[in-house]
Protein backbone atom coordinates (compact mmCIF):
# COMPACT_ATOMS: atom_id res chain seq x y z
CA UNK A 1 0.00 0.00 0.00
CA UNK A 2 1.34 3.69 -1.09
CA UNK A 3 0.33 6.61 1.00
CA UNK A 4 0.71 10.18 -0.87
CA UNK A 5 0.06 13.58 0.93
CA UNK A 6 0.06 16.51 -1.35
CA UNK A 7 0.62 20.10 0.45
CA UNK A 8 1.34 23.83 -0.78
CA UNK A 9 -1.63 24.59 -2.71
CA UNK A 10 -3.17 27.84 -2.34
CA UNK A 11 -4.65 31.10 -4.01
CA UNK A 12 -1.74 32.95 -6.33
CA UNK A 13 -1.51 35.63 -8.45
CA UNK A 14 -1.01 35.10 -12.31
CA UNK A 15 3.61 35.24 -13.04
CA UNK A 16 3.75 34.03 -9.07
CA UNK A 17 4.74 30.63 -7.75
CA UNK A 18 3.75 27.85 -5.79
CA UNK A 19 5.68 24.92 -4.21
CA UNK A 20 3.73 22.05 -4.00
CA UNK A 21 4.90 19.07 -2.19
CA UNK A 22 3.59 14.74 -2.50
CA UNK A 23 4.96 12.52 0.86
CA UNK A 24 5.41 9.43 0.12
CA UNK A 25 5.57 6.56 2.56
CA UNK A 26 9.18 5.35 3.06
CA UNK A 27 8.71 2.19 1.84
CA UNK A 28 7.40 2.78 -1.39
CA UNK A 29 10.27 4.42 -2.63
CA UNK A 30 13.23 2.94 -4.99
CA UNK A 31 11.81 1.97 -8.28
CA UNK A 32 8.93 4.08 -8.43
CA UNK A 33 7.93 6.88 -10.44
CA UNK A 34 6.15 10.04 -8.71
CA UNK A 35 4.04 12.22 -10.98
CA UNK A 36 1.63 15.26 -11.32
CA UNK A 37 -1.56 15.53 -12.76
CA UNK A 38 -4.12 18.19 -12.69
CA UNK A 39 -7.86 18.51 -13.61
CA UNK A 40 -9.35 21.82 -14.15
CA UNK A 41 -13.07 22.41 -13.72
CA UNK A 42 -15.20 20.67 -16.76
CA UNK A 43 -12.10 19.02 -17.96
CA UNK A 44 -10.44 16.03 -18.03
CA UNK A 45 -7.22 14.85 -15.54
CA UNK A 46 -3.65 15.96 -17.55
CA UNK A 47 -0.39 15.07 -17.01
CA UNK A 48 2.09 17.66 -15.41
CA UNK A 49 5.71 16.53 -14.73
CA UNK A 50 6.96 12.64 -13.55
CA UNK A 51 10.48 11.62 -12.30
CA UNK A 52 11.49 8.07 -11.05
CA UNK A 53 12.36 8.43 -7.67
CA UNK A 54 16.00 6.31 -8.79
CA UNK A 55 16.94 9.26 -11.09
CA UNK A 56 16.53 9.72 -14.82
CA UNK A 57 15.00 12.31 -16.76
CA UNK A 58 12.34 13.99 -15.57
CA UNK A 59 9.19 14.44 -17.89
CA UNK A 60 6.98 17.37 -18.20
CA UNK A 61 3.80 18.25 -20.24
CA UNK A 62 4.61 21.15 -23.23
CA UNK A 63 2.17 23.37 -21.43
CA UNK A 64 4.39 23.83 -18.44
CA UNK A 65 7.72 23.13 -19.86
CA UNK A 66 10.38 25.68 -18.87
CA UNK A 67 7.65 26.86 -15.79
CA UNK A 68 7.62 23.92 -13.50
CA UNK A 69 10.65 21.22 -12.01
CA UNK A 70 10.42 18.32 -9.85
CA UNK A 71 12.99 18.01 -6.97
CA UNK A 72 13.20 15.15 -4.80
CA UNK A 73 14.35 15.29 -1.21
CA UNK A 74 15.78 12.48 -0.20
CA UNK A 75 15.72 13.31 3.57
CA UNK A 76 12.08 13.52 4.00
CA UNK A 77 10.76 11.30 1.21
CA UNK A 78 9.46 14.22 -0.59
CA UNK A 79 8.72 15.09 -4.28
CA UNK A 80 8.46 18.54 -5.14
CA UNK A 81 6.86 20.70 -7.95
CA UNK A 82 8.06 24.12 -8.14
CA UNK A 83 5.65 26.26 -9.94
CA UNK A 84 6.80 29.59 -11.39
CA UNK A 85 5.15 32.10 -13.92
CA UNK A 86 2.02 30.86 -12.89
CA UNK A 87 -1.45 31.48 -15.22
CA UNK A 88 -4.90 31.93 -14.87
CA UNK A 89 -4.99 28.24 -16.85
CA UNK A 90 -2.86 26.18 -14.49
CA UNK A 91 -5.79 26.66 -12.09
CA UNK A 92 -6.86 23.23 -10.97
CA UNK A 93 -6.90 20.26 -8.41
CA UNK A 94 -3.23 19.43 -8.64
CA UNK A 95 -2.90 15.34 -7.78
CA UNK A 96 0.44 13.42 -6.67
CA UNK A 97 0.39 9.66 -8.01
CA UNK A 98 3.07 6.63 -7.56
CA UNK A 99 3.34 3.63 -9.61
CA UNK A 100 5.71 1.66 -11.70
CA UNK A 101 5.12 2.92 -15.12
CA UNK A 102 7.17 1.24 -18.28
CA UNK A 103 8.46 4.40 -20.75
CA UNK A 104 4.87 4.79 -22.81
CA UNK A 105 2.77 4.92 -19.94
CA UNK A 106 4.76 7.44 -17.48
CA UNK A 107 2.96 10.30 -19.03
CA UNK A 108 -0.57 8.67 -18.39
CA UNK A 109 -2.79 7.94 -16.03
CA UNK A 110 -2.25 4.04 -16.43
CA UNK A 111 0.70 4.38 -15.39
CA UNK A 112 0.07 5.03 -11.50
CA UNK A 113 -2.18 2.81 -9.05
CA UNK A 114 -2.06 5.25 -6.30
CA UNK A 115 -3.29 9.05 -5.69
CA UNK A 116 -3.47 11.27 -3.51
CA UNK A 117 -6.39 13.42 -2.42
CA UNK A 118 -5.79 16.58 -4.19
CA UNK A 119 -4.46 20.50 -3.98
CA UNK A 120 -6.18 23.48 -5.01
CA UNK A 121 -4.13 25.46 -6.90
CA UNK A 122 -5.93 28.87 -8.14
CA UNK A 123 -4.19 31.57 -9.82
CA UNK A 124 -6.07 34.42 -10.31
CA UNK A 125 -5.69 38.23 -9.83
Known amino acids: QVELVESGGGLVEPGGSLRLSCAASRNTLGNIAIAWFRQAPGKEREFVAA????????YYADSVKGRFSISKDTVMYKLHLQMDNLKPDDTAIYYCAAGRPIVSTITTERGYGYWGQGTQVTVSS
Open 51 to 58: RRWSGGIP
